[in-house]
Nanobody, 121 residues
Framework: QVQLVESGGGLVQAGGSLRLSCAAS????????MGWFRQAPGKERDFVAAISVRGGYTYYADSVKGRFTISRDNAKNTVYLQMNSLKPEEAAVYYC??????????????WGQGARVTVSS
């Protein structure tokens, strides 16, 4: 079983920045590509960003390209999401999961509690 613990969410003004962290345990973290997803109230969970096992390749949803940066530290079993120039419509709960890079779909059926991001206009 894998445990995923997201942190770093909070309230930020439009145009501001936040850095999310996701600590993974229970599986060999460095064996998996990792990704971030987000779910706004009343909407489905959407893909945001993904990073390959060693961090050499990154992928982003078109809506966040140029503003968000995903990174990872395999020694710490942690993946990060730096979010800049946040928009009010990006308020959501952000989740991490292992991903299949080709499809950017989550691997594990269990999710962490997520990190809530609120963006004020």
């Amino acid at each position: 079983q894998v445990q995923l613990v997201e942190s770093g969410g909070g309230l930020v003004q439009a145009g501001g920045s936040l850095r999310l962290s996701c600590a993974a345990s229970g599986r060999t973290f460095s064996n998996y590509a990792m990704g971030w997803f987000r779910q706004a109230p009343g909407k489905e969970r959407d893909f945001v960003a993904a990073i390959s096992v060693r961090g050499g390749y990154t992928y982003y949803a078109d809506s966040v390209k140029g503003r968000f940066t995903i990174s990872r530290d395999n020694a710490k079993n942690t993946v990060y999401l730096q979010m800049n120039s946040l928009k009010p419509e990006e308020a959501a709960v952000y989740y991490c999961n292992a991903v299949l890079l080709g499809d950017c779909v989550p691997v594990f059926s269990s999710w962490g509690q997520g990190a809530r991001v609120t963006v004020s206009s």
